[in-house]
RNA sequence: GGGGCUAUCGUCUAAGGGUUAGGACACCGCCCUUUCACGGCGGCAAUCGGGGUUCGAAUCCCCGUAGCCCUACCA
């Protein structure tokens, strides 16, 4: 029976957003999309130490710049409000609303029980078991005790011994959509603690207690948490819940095989937004990694097929087209993407992510300038591998040249050119058409390649002989600046 | 130690018994060119090891090896 479909991504606000959790958020709203269901965010702000308001909203901002909207969720900047019919979204809220009641029912059922045995007792125990080389395991020493609360107690949860109907050989198993079916011994698995004994309850309880009640159909998750499952799925069966579908994703490493982390270069994904790539191309790029698009039931085969769109992207998906393998990160596959993507983007589409880079060389005055203008100045610039180039490539616009490279202007700026530039001050039209035309009347009358002056000119102009094309180089400078520039040379 | 997962070019991957093992990124070379780029064309490059099953294995089975995850009163 399907229910309607509604994923969820819960990261802990303990931090940035790391780029694994982002594909994984991005793998829910692909999913959720593709469905016409919805796309729940949920923090999970247990760990009190580390969770904070400013990190949540880093978390939110992070999201948001990625493209991945939520349907429910926390309300962006305001750390006590929600959007959504399942709230609070955040665990800490859930304490008396969700997590009490639960651990009551389970008690009063006989589905989870008090245990009275010592933090220090098990510690010894488990030190123990591994000096001998013994695998541990909670023996249930108070299974059977019924404690009552007259005494501090943590509650654990009774795990099937095997002979349950509903495991299967006396194994849970669990049918991951990209795992394939996995079997867990209920023999390996011992009695886990639900509840600490400070009363707060434990993340694989608060998972199951939540995505429950907000009627998640999917949990795509990371595949760390492949072993915890078959715990999860025995709670669902104890409190007499549906267990949701499951798909655990691979995880991303970094180039070198081991788990991406700092040393690899950037994790976070605000670190991305800094590079000066597109969010579509971080989309795009990090959807590729584990996941290969089938049209038709054929891969993407050319580098036209690879460049999918988001429309195309939701389309596409499918979990089964998922590798069940780590895939290390590329980041010379996402330059190129973004490279591609800036190309064939619209100026309009660009300005807003290239404005702020243009903003650091020359603040404000993006703004200033006229629509034509910015529409040039994408478009000259549009070659760059990413939105600090593009920037870089237009600092030439809003200030002239610190200096002169001196072996550039030995090579291009020649005694023999200098008196060309005197005619170049004389055009007025800088219309693309008219400057074609007016140039080549001048290298003809000179006997000279168009080559030669444009050099000499960039030199001139910009300090150094690289710059956007010739043509949208003065046009980008306007006339009056031009000729201020080049009155020097002449 | 126990439980679970994984293994094709440098990287992401395609091919579930028969292919010269295909594509993309990166790299290298050539061409184009108004600088830098872009672009076009071409090249290099892989089935972890060992046993089976089979006429035939990257594909199926077993055994190794390596890596990762879980094994907490962390999440």
Known sequence: ?????????????????HIGGVRTALFCWLFARK????????????????STDQNIEIIEQGMLWCGLDWDEGPVPGDPSAWRGPHGPYRQMLRMDSHYRPALARLLAEGGAYRCRCSRDLLDAARAEAEREGRIYQYPGTCREAGHDASQPFAIRLKMPRGEETWLEDGAIVLRDLIKGTLRFPAASLDDWILARTDGTPTYNFCVVVDDTSMEVSHVIRGDDHVANTPKQMALYHALGFEAPVFAHVPMILGKDGAKLSKRHGATSITEYRELGLLPSAVRLALARLSWTPKIDGRAVESAEEELLTDQEMIHLFDLEDCQKSPARFDMDKLNWMNQKLIQRAGWRELEPYLRPFVDRIAPGAWDERSEDWRDLAVRSTQKGKNLIEMAEALRFAF???????PKAVEKFLTPALRPVLGEVVNLGDYSHDALERDFNAILERRGLKLKDLAQALRVALCGRPVSPPIFDTLALLGPEEVRARLARWL
């Open 399 to 405: 200030e002239g040249p610190s200096e002169f490279d």
């Open 35 to 50: 469905h016409g269901g919805r796309f729940i965010l949920r923090i999970e702000d247990t760990d009190l130490d580390r």
């Open 1 to 17: 029976m399907a229910r309607p479909v509604v994923t969820r991504f819960a990261p802990s606000p303990t931090g940035m957003l």
